[in-house]
């Protein structure tokens, strides 16, 4: 890129640097650390932890023992806990911020009561459990004016924005069409609730992991990680993959909220997910943009091979963007790619299409730049909740059999009162969002 695109670039855009973006507040110094609490640091939950680590983590806490010790010995200095309402209610003066990397059905409960006490938070994708909790905690972010980001790490890769700019570009022409696939479940779904009941290790706060959740004996069928197939601690398939998959397309097209949903699959079990689904919504126009059709695909079910001329497998994971002039691939095989198809047809698309997105230095760092007063992330809750609604109204229309009719307004199915059930859940108590 030459200079003077470059600076053009950057006057539309912004320009990451030191973490921080020109033409924004400057609140807080760049250079001072934040003092940080992490919720979860065993999975996911560590790779926050790790992300961090240039901060002041000044406090951990894991319902898992094992979990907790190991981050113990890299992290010292740092208070530990195993309930993280107690930890946000004695750390209340001491942290600025959290990292939320628990099972999906702690994410809301444990982000609300951080950010009602002012505190920034990094939540794992997908942002909440249920539909009902995205737009209380958008609602909740944007109240107390705190730095937000939603932990998919893609949104922050260059290959993914570079998809975006093409797309809004006009590149492939008008797109009214759009599908995304992932090769999950690698966990067990379609699946009924084990009737033994082994002993809970002693190393794990069982009540501490069910939280929210009705209360039912420990199995090792839910923890660690196989818990994201349970409606009751998960979202399935769907709901672990499609805030990745189906986040270009979202951010391409400016999607808002779905006015129809309509879901398919293996028969329902009441207790897990699907072992395959497949999900269509339909999304309005906006502005001059045309009306969108975009289908969700798990469990090896896959887009037709007709739309994308030229490639001979699918990739496990991906997502079809399909205009009046081409299609456009865009995957991710541990390394994000895209293909412009045909491929004659597009042999100087790149020069072209000038940059028009802001370069990140990483999903953690661009957030932990906002929480220092610079430019909001790019995943904030704002744009997070939007997509985790829209994604979750999938298993929605599953669990109630049913095409929902989706009034956004209100948060209700109009042609389906029995989904309310699965909008929002019932909270144990102490635990509620």
Known sequence: MNRRRFLKTAGAAGVWVAGRQ??????????????????????????????VKREN???????????????????????????????IEKEAKAIDAVTVGTPDHHHA?????????????????????????????????????????????????????????????GSIGVVREAHAWSDRPIWPQGIDRPKEGPATPATLHWDLFLGPAPVRPYHPCYHPFKWRGWWDFGTGALGDMACHLMDPVFWALKLGAPTVVEAEGEPLHPETGPKWCIIRYQFPGRGEAPPVRLTWY???RLPPKTLTPGVDKLPTNGAIFVGEKGTLLAYDEGVRQYKLLPEADFQDVEEKVP?????????HAEWIGACKGGAPGLSEFGY????????????????????LEWDSANLRATNCPEASAFIRRDYRAGWEV
């Open 109 to 169: 409960p444990a982000a609300a009561r951080a950010i009602a006490q002012g505190k920034h938070a990094y939540v794992e994708k997908p942002l909440t459990h249920n539909v009902y909790e995205a737009r209380t905690l958008a609602g909740l972010a944007a109240k107390h004016k705190v730095a937000t980001q939603m932990g998919t790490q893609g949104h922050a890769n260059a290959k993914l924005r570079r998809v975006v700019e093409l797309v809004q570009a």
């Open 355 to 363: 940059a028009s997105l802001p370069r990140s230095p990483g999903q």
């Open 384 to 403: 997070a909740s939007n997509l985790t609604e829209s994604v979750l109204l999938g298993n929605v229309a599953f669990r109630a059999g049913k095409k």
């Open 298 to 300: 798990d469990g090896l």
């Open 57 to 87: 983590v000044v406090a951990i806490c894991d319902i898992d023992e094992t979990a907790l010790d190991k981050a113990s010995k890299d992290y010292p200095d740092a208070r530990r806990y195993h309930d993280y309402r107690e930890m």
């Open 22 to 51: 020109a033409g924004f507040g400057q609140a807080n110094s760049p250079n001072a650390k934040l003092n940080v609490a992490c919720i979860g640091v065993g999975g996911r939950g560590r790779a926050s932890l790790d992300a």
